[in-house]
């Protein structure tokens, strides 16, 4: 692969990551103003019932894995110098899916009242139902913006332009930042529901439509039903259409076993989420994005034994760089959620009960985090059917968990349910890996799991039994005091870290180390990174 290319994906990344860090930034934001204004509420429940129905129908329509299914198609047309070709499968897709899309949401709008009590069991109060009702159907035109809005951004991907998607999550937070601050004066959580619609609309189309005029966009209606591209598509998509993903999953599970929780408990499973996928954002999808072309291009020259070294190096960074960081997050759950929301209508008992669904959450962090890398090694091979597949019966078989969970232990009992259908789902996916690809050193991540795990303890001790006693000094129950021991401990942490990763020579937080260290050294010393391997990159 040409030097340029390296630098146009270095590039690219670095974008990328800006956009996902800035993205979950503002996503504490929204959930802080949303805190603030409503606490942990009936309507904060309904408000996230409400995006249920939606999201079921952006899952089927798989618009969140364009990237991957789409992308291939397009280039190769750009690739044999087509592009007469190439925008006539997007104008293809665009019509025949979008108008799929839009008889769909019809449909849903129409229904919406007998859907919306098939979604969250659990309750069975007329007003909260009602006001579920009332923010799906603000919220549900919502999805054909985000699934043309998809196409959009990916066209742009294939012309190698990053800079207007990556403003696509920052633009959509802010219209419900501004749609709750502007509106929810007057309409209450339905303020943030057309701050949603607002958002969608801008970040995710108008913005995108732009963008893609300035890439050459050219569009007409249009139905051939025939065109060889179009099946194709269809058949990439269509495990993802039909597949559960852990995400997605636990979108679903989250809201209608929360439905069987007390009034607030689908609220506290969300605030706790959000935190729980910072972590996840800042360590997972920050490796996966960056490995994804080396990835994809080791698996196009079909280089087993090399992808696989890469794949398990990642995983072991992960290991060693996550189960550290959660088990901190887990002894300063209870600061970390004050800081974060205890304002306005957020009182303790919220913090409370967010913080103890935040420790469950936290369990399958690591899980959560190494997935955004296991998919993208069938994606990178243009196999979307196993990990939909095993995906699935992962989920199937994590069920029991939920009801199991619910019944015995109530909010906690939910989040430990959605850790271990995490935990399952990887191990799964990971296992199917290897027999695929013959990944003979899986053992070694195995390994270095455990010994993160293992490490872990006496680690998890240290910090408790230094909070505990930094909280007799400080004044742990108000935010300045939280900031105190949050800061006090975490210098301990990277202490404790740095300490570590010299002593058993940790091989993720060397690594950690060399890249802080390459970046801090001027310019002339450093030497040219070595080509395809990651730890260069």
Avoid at 221 to 246: S, V
């Amino acid at each position: 692969m040409p030097r340029g290319d390296y630098q146009k994906i270095g590039m690219a990344t670095l974008i990328m990551m800006a956009s996902i860090f800035l993205s979950r930034v503002m996503g504490v934001v929204r959930e802080q103003v949303i805190a603030a204004v409503a606490g942990a509420d009936a309507s904060v429940d309904a408000y996230r019932v409400a995006f249920v129905l939606p999201e079921i129908l952006n899952h089927v329509l798989a618009s969140g894995f364009l990237s991957v299914t789409f992308i291939p198609i397009f280039s190769k047309y750009l690739v044999n110098k087509d592009e007469d070709g190439a925008w006539r499968i997007f104008s293809i897709i665009l019509t025949i899916f979008g108008s799929l899309l839009a008889l769909l949401i019809a449909v849903g709008m129409l229904f919406t009242p007998q859907i919306v009590p098939l979604l969250a069991l659990g309750r069975k109060n007329p007003e909260f139902l009602e006001m579920v009702v009332h923010m799906t159907r603000i919220v549900l035109p919502a999805q054909i913006f985000f699934f043309a809005g998809g196409l959009l951004m990916a066209v742009q991907f294939a012309k190698e332009r990053f800079l207007v998607p990556a403003l696509a999550p920052l633009v959509y937070n802010l219209g419900i930042i501004f749609g709750g601050l502007l509106l929810g004066p007057r309409l209450g959580m339905a303020g943030f529901a057309w701050g949603a619609l607002a958002g969608a609309i801008t970040g995710n189309y108008l913005i995108q439509w732009l963008g893609a005029r300035r890439a050459g966009l050219r569009f007409g209606p249009c139905f051939d039903w025939k065109h060889n591209d179009l099946w194709r598509y269809i058949l990439l998509t269509l495990p993802l259409m039909l597949g559960l993903t852990m995400i997605f999953s636990m979108e679903i599970f989250s809201k209608f076993f929360g439905s069987y929780l007390p009034p607030g408990g689908i609220a506290w499973l969300d605030y706790a989420k959000i935190i729980m996928m910072m972590l996840v954002a800042f360590f997972g999808q920050a490796i996966g994005v960056a490995s994804y072309p080396f990835l994809a291009r080791l698996a196009a020259e079909q280089r087993w034994d090399e992808m696989n070294r890469m794949f398990n190096t990642m995983l072991k960074h992960l290991a060693t760089l996550v189960v550290p960081v959660s088990i901190l997050m887990y002894v300063l759950r209870h600061e970390i959620v004050r800081v974060l929301f205890e304002r306005g209508a957020f009182l303790p008992r919220d913090t409370q009960m967010t913080a103890l669904a935040l420790g469950g959450l936290l369990l399958g962090s690591v899980a959560f985090a190494a997935q955004t890398v296991v998919n993208r090694g069938f994606y990178a091979m243009q196999n979307t059917l196993l990990p939909a597949i095993y995906g699935t019966l992962a989920v199937v078989a994590s069920l029991p968990f939920y009801w199991f969970g619910l019944r015995k232990f109530g909010l906690i009992g939910v989040a430990l349910a959605i850790s271990a259908s995490a935990i399952i789902q990887v191990l799964v996916l990971f296992a199917v890996w290897n027999r695929r690809s013959h990944n003979t050193e899986s053992i070694q991540v195995y390994g270095t799991f455990i010994k993160a795990v293992l490490g872990g303890v006496p680690l998890g001790a240290v910090l408790w039994l230094a909070r505990r006693y930094l909280v007799q000094w400080t004044h742990p129950d108000t935010f300045f005091g939280s900031i105190l021991v949050i800061f006090a401990t975490f210098v301990l942490f990277l202490m404790c870290m740095v300490l570590g990763g010299w002593l058993f020579k940790v091989e993720g937080l060397q690594f950690v180390g060399r890249r802080l260290i390459s970046r801090l050294r001027p310019t002339t010393d450093r030497r040219p990174a070595h080509r395809g391997h990651i730890d260069k990159f």
